[in-house]
């Protein structure tokens, strides 16, 4: 069973940066991609950012030009590199990964079944 902890959350001041770690434990298949989601309070848990096992990157708009998501296949590690954050950053960030499995729950799948994992989140506030 794939485990994901997150870890480097905190309180940080608008224009400050943070960096986001996130460990995969129990892999025993490839990580297709690893990435980061946020949801904040009352809002939709909404991507910020993958990256998938070749390195391709996928950003949310918001993301784009403040944040950098890099990852080490070796490790099965994803980083979050934010900067200039925002009050609007303020959310509970929550990593994410999946693998690509032939048999899940006694079933066999021809073309793949995409099986995703989650972490706990961790808590990223921007405030003065």
């Known amino acids: 069973q794939v485990q994901l902890v997150e870890s480097g959350g905190g309180l940080v001041q608008p224009g400050g940066s943070l960096s986001l770690s996130c460990l995969a434990s129990g892999v025993k298949v490839t990580l297709n991609n690893m990435g980061w989601y946020r949801q904040a309070p009352g809002k939709e848990r909404e991507l910020v950012a993958t990256?998938?096992?070749?390195?391709?990157?996928n950003y949310a708009d918001s993301a784009k030009g403040r944040f950098t998501i890099s990852r080490d296949n070796d490790k099965n590690a994803v980083y979050l590199q934010m900067s200039s954050l925002k009050a609007d950053d303020t959310a509970v960030y929550f990593c994410t990964a999946d693998t690509l499995l032939s048999y899940y729950d006694g079933k066999y799948y021809p073309e793949g079944y995409i099986r995703h994992y989650w972490g706990q989140g961790t808590q990223v506030t921007v405030s003065p």
């Open positions: 990256a998938s096992a070749y390195g391709t990157t």
